[in-house]
């Protein structure tokens, strides 16, 4: 039996830029997304000798509320699903996978789309399937379960376009320390769009903080007052409390800067060091949100 443990890391946009133009039913946009040290554990186990069968167990970590979904609606064993029909097989065995939840749902943080692409990874790797990144079957297979999940195939920093899953550009990534904070309520990306074409807002520009980025030595703080997300403004008239949140994280000792992650519902902020995000974190946890430290990884 083969077994082996990958980590699949959340993200934040440092930039997200939405335009109102809609293609296909599916916003344009460009976004700078940067993988963070949160991240989801999932654990494979392959055993050739039994019968064809894909199970997984999913455990939550405190604070994680748990999905009430079947397997089959389990964006993981969608992965595995998407990749056998892109590279039309159907291999035998048993497909055994531990989902350890560490990244919350609903949360703007990638969680579904990281533990997907990771999961490609892994099968590439259970299946002898060389350079996966570049493979094809696996890209497609990465671009039919979500925008987001061609990204996580290499992580990092990176310039996206499209509707988020086109690489315009790899970007070195900054070393941030940051705060993340979670109210109990999630804002599903479908309604955060909703409420942005109803409310359209003007796209922030990428070019400034791209340059910050390509530099390598612009200090956290300079890089921190050019992160912008238009989408902002939808989400938290879905989930008022998200403006408040923004407030009080940005109004704490060591915040440079707060900031919704995607369409909500995390709220993140841009630390003077990895000390006063832990300080905050647990300002907020004692306040009753879920809240940790993180680094851009």
Known sequence: MNSFTLKAPAKINLLLAVSSSVIEGKHQLISIFSTISLSDRLTYSYDSDRGRQIT???????????????????????????????LQTKPEGHLGITLEKMIPHEGGLGGGSSDAATTLLALCKLWGIEDPHHA??????????????????????????????QLQQTLPQPQLDLVLVKPAAGVSTGSAYAQ?????????????????????????????????????????????ELAILLQE???????????????????????????????TAVHFRENGYWAVAATTV
């Not at 167990?57 to 892109?86: F, H, M, R, S, W």
């Not at 109004?251 to 000390?275: H, K, M, N, P």
């Open 136 to 165: 094809a079957p696996v890209l497609s297979a990465a671009k039919s379960l979500g925008a987001d999940v061609p990204f996580f195939l290499t992580g990092g920093c990176a310039l996206m376009g499209g509707y988020g899953d």
């Open 196 to 240: 942005f074409d109803a409310d359209p807002q003007p796209m922030p520009p990428s070019e400034l903080l791209v340059n910050m980025l390509k530099a390598k030595d612009t200090p956290s703080k300079t890089l921190a007052s050019q992160l912008s997300n238009n989408l902002s403004k939808a989400a938290c008239s879905l989930l008022p």
């Open 56 to 86: 997984i167990d999913v455990i939550n970590a405190p604070g994680i509320t748990p999905l009430d979904i079947t397997v089959e609606q389990n964006i993981v064993y969608k992965a595995v699903i998407a990749l056998e029909e892109n």
């Open 249 to 279: 994280l940005s109004a704490r000792d060591g915040v440079y800067r707060a900031l919704i992650a995607g369409s909500g519902s995390t709220v993140f902020g841009v630390c003077e060091s990895q000390d006063a995000a832990e300080k």
